[in-house]
């Protein structure tokens, strides 16, 4: 075996190995996919990873779907399941846990969850 293998992720334990598709920790247990080391690293840089509603990474200028109807102050309707969003801005200090800067038709500028969007 000549590649090396990396450290943990939860303990950073030297003694990781492979079990099928995984690889696994003999200290903590923990277990992870060797493509989730490469996210790993990005983030260990400093570039943040920001994922939607079921996984896909999303980056500046993405286009994305609401996937749940929005209720917005000062609105009657708020923003319906199925609104495309053009051109996002992903930010890192949002307020209540907000990371995606946006201007929707209809609406005007304002801050989303990536919980609540679909990348399209």
């Not at 003694?15 to 690293?41: D, I, K, Q, T």
């Not at 400093?46 to 779907?65: H, P, Q, S």
């Not at 708020?78 to 990371?99: P, S």
Request: hydrophobic letters at 35%; aromatic letters at 4%; a negative charge.
């Amino acid at each position: 075996m000549t590649e090396t293998l990396p450290p943990c992720p939860q303990c950073a334990g030297a003694y990781a190995y492979e079990m099928g598709a995984l690889l696994v920790c003999p200290e903590c247990g923990h277990e992870w996919s060797p493509s989730s080391r490469s996210e790993a690293a990005e983030e260990a840089v400093g570039e943040r990873i920001v994922k939607d509603a079921v996984g896909n990474v999303l980056a500046d200028g993405d286009t994305v779907t609401v996937v749940k109807t929005l209720k917005v102050k000062g609105s009657p309707s708020g923003i319906k399941a199925g609104t495309k969003v053009r051109g996002i801005r992903l930010i890192e200090d949002g307020v209540d846990g907000h990371d995606i800067d946006c201007k929707i038709d209809g609406f005007g500028p304002m801050q989303l969850k990536s919980s609540v969007v679909k990348k399209a």
